[in-house]
């Protein structure tokens, strides 16, 4: 288990099924490159909306930081920047 993840208080109150998708997802293996790190977010988001788990903001930062810790620094940097757009669609839904 991933301690931090356990002890951030940001995630104090996640429900039982957010917990164990983040867990598991921070166990993955991840990739070590931009190439490789896209294809696999987007399958684990698929996953998580099929098991209708949704996430906020911060809690979409925590698997950007776990998929991007491997990388090389620009790409941690793109990835975060992907994220962002990410994040900021989900807060503007199409009408």
């Not at 995630?11 to 993955?28: D, H, I, M, T, W």
């Not at 399958?43 to 950007?64: G, V, W, Y």
């Not at 793109?78 to 757009?85: E, V």
Request: aromatic share 6%.
């Amino acid at each position: 288990m991933d301690s931090n993840l356990l002890n951030n208080p940001a995630f104090a109150n996640l429900s039982p099924e957010k917990l164990q998708f983040l867990l598991s997802f921070a166990q993955k293996e991840k990739p070590l490159n931009m190439k490789d790190a896209m294809p696999f977010l987007l399958s684990n988001m698929r996953q998580a909306k099929e098991n209708h788990i949704d996430f906020t903001k911060p809690e979409i930062e925590l698997l950007c930081d776990l998929l991007s810790k491997d990388l090389p620094p620009e790409s941690q940097t793109q990835m975060k920047k992907i994220m962002s757009l990410m994040s900021m669609n989900r807060s503007h839904p199409a009408p």
